[in-house]
């Protein structure tokens, strides 16, 4: 008999159509649609569900061409917003290129690649690159970055919904705007599952089209509720571990995402208590040492994990079919993101991934299922990408200088085809060239501000071969509080590495102090030098948990509009638990529910102070800005406030006095005057300007042989923080400050929107006692003043009373009022 016909598809080799048959496999409609665009040499954003193949469609055309026609050099570069995402991508690419015999080389390039192989890659370049924006930057850096680049033919962007809008994104933007001189001819491609705004997405990557993929099989989302009484306040979510523990145990492989670094460390120890079968369980957030994080990736690649806890450093991409379900602990904060982590599981277009969400709150619940609702609608969040920061261009300015010299009017023009900096001036640009070159007016008589000179021809040069050194090592956005590592004490010195811990959590350690750490107890023993010593103890006593500035996502406003919606309808809270609708039916019965487009206020005398809450929804940042502003004209006005917390829901302000005149208290004018005070003191101000100064290299952090310290960080540009008010206070870092400050830890836009939409839509509710709705603020008070134990017992105590005083039928005579939450 004649041997069966040789697979054949018109638009793979037959190499490939045969690789596609031996998998079962065939080409998808938007994968032909992208090797289509590769022949016609356009560039695409390509938006497919998770597990629909979007990477390999990415790749193909590189795949192809390289196998047809080989070659020397660099031939695609890829960049994601993840190390870990590249490292997976490597792996998954081996296997095509190995089995088909493709004479192709793929390798990763990040900040953990040793320094040989990065000599390597930039004397005999590997056909495809994976890389991070920081490391692309610091590439475009280098005297050989034209040669480097010069044959590059494709540009893969995956994940691109998590970097536009981002200074990260900023920095990739100038960088593609660099390319495209480098190397005229690459084409570009995005790649992303979850995008809100397609048009401003495809302008980022610079795609003259954008291809749609089918949307897959529909998510299946449940909820979880711990057993027992369902929490009235806290985020961590620790109360359902036994439950989030016996779905690990009846499913072949997990991943629990949590919110935060220290909520992760919490839920790995508490569910390796439960872990009586001790089920090889792991722990992987981004503090964690590399090696432990990559030794994660490899185990859950080889199906030899039955879970893993995790932020959202396995939030993007990574492909892991063998995953059967998610389990989010904690609410998800927006829609996008949760389809994103939702993803996760399956993995595979055609079959419905399978999530649980573990509310840890009453709210919390809320919010969830606000989430399925939404994610059933198919509803995606986000804002637009906003201009790029001008700190981020002076770090690219300087690393332009470093590679060759330049002329103003050539860097304009390039840096004015990146979609971020489509709008930049003409002034803008020169205020920032001129901070490079100069410092800038306040600064420029300091020589270590000088770091550019101009030639005759109006040449700008890098002043020396230090500067450029400097700023290779200072490349980069993302400005976190400086970090330790720390080591186990090994019998003979310093033992291997555990990960890095906030430099301000060790300042607060004595030696014999206990902490959880990459899902370990630990016990500090000393500082030495550039880490922290510790071995592993046990005993009685609770350990400390580090925290991480900036770790907490505020509630986005497509799902902010949500909860309102389900808390205004009754007829909707069918979705809720018992527990949680009986909660509605006693707010109802005692005052009344949040709209979904006005606002309830609630004030109420308690313990010998008055409360003042305001059920808003604007998420943690939003109200933090509005808390500040009111608890000022609070005090304008004589009602003398004694403090106030934020939630993502609602915020809550006690004071000496009555609160009256409530509509006034939430007028827009608020967004004047009294913005502009508050900003000019606050240390919102300073600690934007100190992230600005570290981007724009103002302040170089790394230096060879030494680093400097978060204090010394702290004062130096706190120090040129004043001067540049006092004698510049139009400096361009200053205008950049501000505009940080606004859109991001202010979040000033949402709360005009939010002022804007309440406006003569106030309710006021005069209680005689705490109604049902603020039991969880004023739960999230008291704990705000906790020291110690004794401390814990007396909130203990207030919340059954506080409870108990706001679940009691409306119309008997209000309890004795319970103790005063400590101050």
């Not at 009846?250 to 949590?258: E, K, L, R």
């Not at 840096?415 to 306040?442: E, K, Q």
């Not at 021809?457 to 490349?475: C, P």
Request: proline residues 8%; neutral net charge; hydrophobic residues 45%.
């Amino acid at each position: 008999m004649p041997p069966p016909p040789a697979p054949s598809d018109p638009d793979l080799p037959p190499a490939f159509a045969a690789w596609f048959a031996a998998r079962g496999w065939t080409l998808r409609p938007h994968q032909r649609a992208m090797l289509e665009a590769a022949r016609a040499r356009r560039s695409a954003l390509l938006i497919a569900p998770t597990g629909g193949g979007k990477t390999l469609a990415g790749f193909l055309p590189s795949l192809i061409d390289l196998a047809a026609h080989p070659r020397d050099g660099l031939h695609t570069l890829y960049v994601s917003p993840l190390k870990a995402l590249a490292v997976d991508i490597a792996r998954n690419l081996t296997a095509p290129v190995t089995e088909m015999g493709l004479p192709i080389r793929i390798e990763t390039r990040s900040g953990d690649t040793p320094a040989n192989r990065r000599a390597r890659q930039r004397a005999t370049p590997p056909e495809i690159l994976l890389t991070t924006p920081e490391s692309l930057a610091l590439l475009l850096s280098l005297p050989d970055s034209p040669a480097l680049f010069a044959g590059l033919d494709t540009i893969v962007i995956d994940e691109v919904h998590a970097l536009a809008g981002t200074k990260r994104g900023d920095q990739l933007a100038l960088g593609l705007a660099r390319l495209a001189t480098l190397a005229p001819g690459a084409r570009r491609v995005g790649l992303s599952a979850t995008i809100a705004h397609p048009a401003a997405i495809a302008a980022f990557v610079g795609a003259d089209e954008i291809l749609t993929a089918p949307p897959g099989a529909a998510p299946e989302l449940e909820l979880q509720l711990p057993a027992g009484r369902l929490s009235w306040s806290g985020h961590m979510g620790l109360e359902a571990a036994p439950e989030v523990m016996a779905r690990i145990r009846d499913a072949g492989m997990s991943i629990v995402f949590v919110n935060t670094r220290a909520q992760a460390e919490l839920m790995f120890a508490a569910l390796w208590k439960l872990n009586d079968p001790t089920l090889p369980i792991g722990l992987h957030h981004g503090s964690l040492d590399p090696a432990q994080r990559r030794r994660v990736e490899a185990a859950m690649a080889a199906g030899k994990l039955r879970a893993v806890v995790a932020t959202a450093s396995l939030d993007l991409g990574i492909d892991w079919g063998g995953v059967d379900q998610v389990i989010q602990v904690g609410a998800p904060k927006g829609t996008s993101r949760l389809l994103q982590r939702v993803g996760r599981a399956n993995h595979r277009m055609d079959e419905p991934s399978r999530a649980i969400l573990v509310p840890a709150n009453r709210f919390e619940v809320l919010e969830c299922e606000a989430a399925i609702e939404g994610v059933a609608a198919g509803e995606l969040d986000g804002d637009p990408p906003r201009p790029g920061g001008l700190d981020v261009l002076a770090q690219h300015l300087l690393g332009r200088a470093c590679v060759s010299p330049f002329h103003p009017d050539e860097a304009f023009a390039e840096i004015s085809r990146a979609a971020p900096y489509a709008d930049l001036t003409r002034a803008d640009f020169d205020a920032v060239l001129d901070f490079v070159a100069t410092g800038g007016y306040a600064l420029t008589a300091y020589e270590r501000y000088r770091k550019l000179f101009r030639d005759a021809e109006g040449r700008l040069h890098v002043r020396s071969a230090r500067i450029a050194a400097q700023h290779r090592m200072n490349i980069g956005t993302i400005v976190e509080a400086p970090l330790i590592k720390v080591r186990l004490a090994g019998r003979r010195g310093a033992g291997p590495v555990l990960g890095e811990i906030e430099e301000y959590f060790v300042a607060m350690l004595r030696p014999g102090d206990t902490f959880l750490f990459a899902g370990r107890r630990l016990r500090f023993r000393r500082l030495r030098e550039t880490w922290v010593e510790a071995d592993e103890a046990a005993g009685p006593g609770e350990p400390l948990i580090p925290a991480y500035a900036g770790g907490r996502l505020p509630l986005s406003t497509n799902l902010a509009d949500r909860v309102r919606g389900l808390l205004s309808d009754p007829a909707r809270w069918r979705v809720f638990p018992d527990p949680v609708r009986e909660w509605l039916r006693m707010q109802r019965a005692s005052s009344r529910l949040p709209g979904r487009d006005d606002l309830l206020v609630e004030s109420f005398p308690r313990g010998g102070r008055w409360y003042l809450v305001a059920y808003c929804f604007e998420g943690r940042n939003a109200h933090q800005t509005l808390g500040m502003l009111l608890t000022r004209r609070m005090a304008r006005a004589g009602l003398a406030p004694l403090g106030f917390v934020a939630t993502d829901y609602v915020i809550g302000i006690w004071s000496a006095a009555q609160p009256t005149g409530i509509a006034a208290l939430f007028d827009q004018d608020m967004l004047g005057d009294d913005l502009e005070e508050w900003l000019a003191d606050s240390s919102m101000m300073k600690r934007g300007f100190r992230n600005v100064a570290v981007i724009a290299g103002l302040i170089e952090r790394h230096h060879p042989g030494a680093e400097k310290s978060r204090r010394q960080v702290t004062v130096n540009t706190d120090l040129i923080y004043d001067v540049l008010r006092k004698h510049q206070p139009d400096h361009v870092l200053l205008r950049a400050t501000r505009r940080d400050v606004a859109a991001g830890l202010v979040d000033l836009g949402r709360v005009a929107a939010f002022l804007a939409r309440i406006r003569g839509r106030i309710v006021h509710m005069a209680l005689s006692r705490v109604s049902p709705l603020a039991v969880p603020v004023l739960l999230e008070i008291g704990r705000e003043s906790v020291r110690g134990a004794a401390d814990e017992d007396a909130l203990l105590a207030e919340a059954e009373a506080l409870i108990a005083e706001a679940t009691a039928p409306p119309r008997r005579p209000a309890p004795a009022q319970g103790a005063l939450f400590p101050s």
